[in-house]
């Protein structure tokens, strides 16, 4: 049946242990309407859901599940360290969009949020700039070079030095680049949010990173690590 309707099956995978997903293609919309109203009629067979695919629809049929989104907050998603590759593949999709787009990343020091960061902007093919970080030791930027500031790069931003360490000509930078179309992302911005002129509207997506489920995201009991070390 999809055969006649040359309809393309582009991935079929399990979902959670309980359905089978199928990313399907086609040249006709109304062909994948017509293939619902079919299927309907098969007893043996029961549709959950027929759509457009999002993201995390992509990605669960990729993955075998779909990715832990907050019930109360819809632009809240859960990683645990163990699904690292399932987040880098996230990222990736979401690099890949064009325009301004703030992506917050939570997660205690050494949980991978620096190297996800990264490893995304290589699954997007695009180049990623340290605004500040302390992965390589201490990195607090003041001015950047033409080539550095091209908005097709992905722009990596420690909220904790951006604020709480940050000078005056790397803030103005800072502001600068907030307004550039690109993509930008804050590590710890719940610091970032309280210690700056910036709040959580102004947020398109906010990532978990966790080492385990149950592990709670404590700032205070790194950020004072932070400006001694600095």
């Given at each position: 049946m999809l055969g006649m309707l040359e309809v393309n099956i582009l991935t079929i995978n399990g979902v959670e242990g309980k359905?089978?997903?199928?990313?399907?293609?086609?040249?006709d919309d109304e062909k994948i309407r017509l293939l619902g109203e079919m299927l309907g009629k098969v007893n043996s067979i029961t549709v959950s859901a027929l759509r457009q695919p999002k993201l995390v629809d992509i990605l669960a049929v990729?993955?075998?599940?779909?990715?832990?989104?907050?019930?109360?907050?819809?632009?809240?998603?859960?990683?645990?360290?163990?699904?690292?590759?399932?987040?880098?593949?996230?990222?990736?999709?979401?690099?890949?969009?064009?325009?301004?787009?703030?992506?917050?990343?939570?997660?205690?020091?050494?949980?991978?949020?620096?190297?996800?960061?990264?490893?995304g902007s290589v699954c997007a093919m695009k180049r990623w700039t340290f605004v500040s970080s302390t992965l390589l030791r201490q990195t607090i930027r003041s001015q950047m070079s033409e080539d550095e500031l091209?908005?097709?790069?992905?722009?990596?931003?420690?909220?904790?030095?951006?604020?709480?360490?940050?000078?005056?000509?790397?803030?103005?930078?800072?502001?600068?680049?907030?307004?550039?179309?690109?993509?930008?992302?804050?590590?710890?911005p719940d610091i970032f949010v309280q210690?700056?002129?910036?709040?959580f509207n102004d947020f398109d997506i906010i990532i978990e990173l966790r080492n385990n489920p149950n592990e709670e995201i404590i700032y205070d009991t790194f950020t004072a690590s932070y400006t001694d070390e600095l």
């Open positions: 359905t089978r997903g199928m990313l399907l293609e086609s040249d990729r993955h075998g599940r779909y990715i832990d989104r907050d019930s109360d907050d819809r632009k809240t998603f859960r990683f645990t360290r163990d699904e690292l590759g399932l987040l880098v593949d996230f990222l990736g999709e979401v690099f890949k969009r064009e325009g301004n787009q703030v992506i917050g990343l939570r997660g205690m020091p050494r949980v991978g949020k620096t190297e996800s960061i990264i490893a091209n908005p097709n790069n992905v722009f990596i931003i420690d909220g904790i030095v951006s604020t709480i360490r940050s000078s005056e000509r790397h803030y103005n930078l800072l502001q600068d680049i907030m307004t550039m179309p690109s993509t930008k992302v804050i590590e710890h210690e700056s002129e910036y709040d």
